[in-house]
T-cell receptor, first 112, second 114 residues
């Protein structure tokens, strides 16, 4: 059974702080990794994708991947109240197909 | 910017009835997907569709479910004889066609089975 694990939270940070979200996955053959943001009652919205070990930065967001440890994280710098949402980690094993396996998500709350 | 669209946004049905959820994927995308999310739970893969046939399906996608691309734009999910536990948000997604590429999600259809 392929699993993607995330702490459900809530993770509470003050405005302007760094939020750190973590995800582990069980399928060692996974090759594509995605972070989606989901506001309550809405659909997942892509924040970042990462495919290689290391860091990938996009504005206030940095994704980090460590395939040896089967670990992927998302850092949000200068957190804003509008960042308050559930962050979903999704993983794909390209060799097995194109389906995304999602974690349950971490709820982030940014207080002003 | 192109978007995946879904209709209806909400659907209420009686247990045992058939429902059809509709999606228009992003034009020129080649892979289409259905996912569902039961309230408070994770997003779960149901089925993928490529080149006019199912390419992959999960254990959830049993004989109660079927998918179809009836024309060049629509992609549908049919649920026969709905059950209470089918109540969920159903998301359609599409991707351009390379494995591992980003999947773009539609706004979802909230299905309530009474």
């Amino acid at each position: 059974q392929k699993e993607v694990e995330q702490n459900s939270g809530p993770l509470s940070v003050p405005e302007g702080a760094i939020a750190s979200l973590n995800c582990t996955y069980s399928d060692r053959g996974s090759q594509s990794f995605f972070w989606y943001r989901q506001y309550s009652g809405k659909s997942p919205e892509l924040i970042m994708s990462i495919y290689s070990n290391g860091d990938k930065e996009d504005g206030r967001f940095t994704a980090q991947l460590n395939k040896a440890s089967q670990y992927v994280s998302l850092l949000i710098r200068d957190s804003q109240p509008s960042d308050s949402a559930t962050y979903l980690c999704a993983v794909n094993n390209n060799q097995a197909g194109t389906a995304l396996i999602f974690g349950k998500g971490t709820t982030l709350s940014v207080s002003s | 910017e192109p978007e995946v669209t879904q209709t209806p946004s909400h659907q209420v049905t009686q247990m045992g009835q058939e429902v059809i959820l509709r999606c228009v994927p992003i034009s020129n995308h080649l892979y289409f997907y259905w996912y569902r999310q039961i309230l408070g739970q994770k997003v779960e893969f149901l089925v993928s569709f490529y080149n006019n046939e199912i390419s992959e399906k999960s254990e959830i996608f049993d004989d109660q479910f079927s998918v179809e691309r009836p024309d060049g734009s629509n992609f549908t999910l049919k649920i026969r004889s709905t059950k209470l536990e089918d109540s969920a948000m159903y998301f359609c997604a599409s991707n351009p066609g390379q494995t591992g590429e980003t999947q773009y999600f539609g706004p979802g259809t909230r299905l309530l089975v009474l």
